[in-house]
């Protein structure tokens, strides 16, 4: 069972920035993502970074204040965030997904993050 640990959430001031972390524990082929929920929202897609490739994919809301990277020799995934907004709290999770699944198949437990304005 692939365990993936997130950490770096907390609470800022809008403006600021957060970096999250997740050690995942998984080949370097693998696609890792960051997700998030709101409280009353569904999940969402927030970043995601592709393995040898190295692509990265952002959400629109996600798009040129966040920047996802990764380690594979540390086998983490980090998702900088900066200019944060009080509509970016919620509990972030990464996510891992196996090169040509196309879905992601193993979770973290989630970071919370909370913007005050």
């Known amino acids: 069972q692939v365990q993936l640990v997130e950490s770096g959430g907390g609470l800022v001031q809008a403006g600021g920035s957060l970096r999250l972390s997740c050690v995942a524990p998984?080949?370097?082929?693998?696609?890792l993502g960051w997700f998030r929920q709101a409280p009353g929202k569904e999940r969402e897609f927030v970043a995601a970074i592709s393995g040898s490739a190295n692509r990265e994919y952002y959400a629109n809301s996600a798009q040129g204040r966040f920047t996802i990277s990764r380690d594979n020799a540390k086998n983490t995934v980090y998702l900088q965030m900066n200019s944060l907004r009080p509509s970016d709290t919620a509990v972030y999770y990464c996510?891992?997904?196996?090169?040509?699944?196309?879905?992601?198949?193993?979770w973290g437990q989630g970071t919370q993050v909370t913007v005050s304005s």
């Open positions: 996510a891992a997904s196996a090169e040509g699944r196309g879905q992601f198949d193993y």
């Open positions: 998984v080949f370097n082929s693998y696609t």
